[in-house]
């Protein structure tokens, strides 16, 4: 496992609110050791940073793509920047 730490800054679009989401997207972060957090937005996508080791955060980036089971994806737009020492995932409101 990679030690590097990244950051991914991602916006997920389709179906992705009310749909446990944000919950199932804390619980796989915390399985792959990730920090950040993740949250909706306004315009019906949810946002969510990841930062960790890279090969962790890829997997969580790779995860979004399908996301909780009742989620229909569309979109998933990545960003990466310099970590910024998250600690621990939560759910933002």
């Given at each position: 496992m990679s030690e590097e730490r990244t950051r991914a800054?991602?916006?997920v679009t389709g179906r992705v609110q009310g749909v446990y989401y944000r919950a199932n997207t804390r619980d796989t972060a915390?399985?792959?050791g990730v920090d950040g957090w993740v949250r909706n937005l306004d315009d019906g996508r949810v946002e969510a940073v990841f930062e960790g080791p890279e090969d962790?955060?890829?997997a969580m980036v790779e995860w979004c793509h399908e996301g909780s089971p009742a989620a229909n994806v569309e979109d998933v737009a990545v960003e990466y920047e310099e970590p910024r020492g998250e600690e621990g995932f939560r759910i933002r409101r």
């Open positions: 800054h991602v916006f915390d399985e792959h962790a955060v890829a």
